[in-house]
């Protein structure tokens, strides 16, 4: 079964106007941290995000925002005030576990990609 | 910037020949992955180092070899490329001192094997 899971395949958003990209999460354990990454057309792979299972507040990194509701296995990203240069390909990702040892692996989703229309 | 350099670009190759992408960092962190993108897969994890010649195989580790004898350099092989290898490769560090394992990403290498 997938871990990381990313409903939707393609999005569309207007210009200036905020969008809410979809990650849900399977994970039995307590500690775990979640990312959001972006691929513009370019294809770097760009971090954006982290949040931690334990962070009480959700993460925001200038106009982008975490919204982590933990009973749902939800780490949505929220895009404010959208841009021409957002568009591109959003991962989100996992690392499952403590920050510990040397398992410090990623558990990715397939991505979903937001065009933003002028 | 976290200094992370990939060579070569872009290569061309043949079936049933030998392939070596190298990945450079320049800020001397323990963990480094090389990673294969295609589309519908996402991001796959290949194989992973976590200090000098100590790897690690991920989950699509068959027909690559990884070798790290310098910190600052982490080598993937392809001992025989197939045309199932054709990919995009990515090369990523994690600091050790953030406490998160945020992975930071190398350009990309694009792999076409004919």
């Known amino acids: 079964a997938q871990k990381i899971t990313q409903t939707q395949p393609g999005m569309f958003v207007q210009e200036k106007e905020a969008v809410t990209l979809d990650c849900t999460y399977d994970?039995?354990?307590?500690?775990?941290?979640l990312f959001w990454y972006k691929q513009p057309s370019s294809g770097e792979m760009i971090f954006l995000i982290y949040?931690?299972?334990?962070d009480e507040q959700n993460a925001t990194e200038g106009r982008y925002s975490l919204n982590f509701q933990k009973a749902r296995k939800s780490a949505n990203l929220v895009i404010s005030a959208s841009q021409l240069g957002d568009s591109a390909m959003y991962f989100c990702?996992?690392?499952?576990?403590?920050?510990?040892?040397?398992?410090?692996?990623?558990?990715w989703g397939l991505g979903t990609s937001l065009a933003v229309n002028p | 910037d976290a200094g992370i350099t990939q060579s070569p670009r872009h290569k061309v190759t043949e079936t049933g020949t030998p392939v070596t992408l190298r990945c450079h960092q320049t800020?001397?962190?323990?963990?480094m992955y090389w990673y294969r993108q295609d589309p519908g897969h996402g991001l796959r994890l290949i194989h992973y180092?976590?200090?000098?010649?100590?790897?690690d195989k991920g989950e699509v580790s068959d027909g690559y070899s990884v070798s790290r004898s310098k910190t600052e350099d982490f080598l993937l092989t392809l001992e025989s490329a197939t045309s199932s290898q054709t990919s995009v490769y990515f090369c990523?560090?994690?600091?050790?001192?953030?406490?998160?394992?945020?992975?930071?990403f190398g350009p990309g290498t694009r792999l076409t094997v004919l």
């Open positions: 990523a560090i994690s600091p050790r001192d953030q406490g998160t394992d945020t992975q930071y």
């Open positions: 180092s976590y200090g000098v010649k100590d790897t």
């Open positions: 990702a996992m690392r499952e576990g403590r920050s510990a040892g040397n398992n410090r692996k990623l558990i």
């Open positions: 800020e001397n962190h323990r963990y």
């Open positions: 994970t039995s354990d307590q500690s775990y941290g």
């Open positions: 949040q931690g299972s334990y």
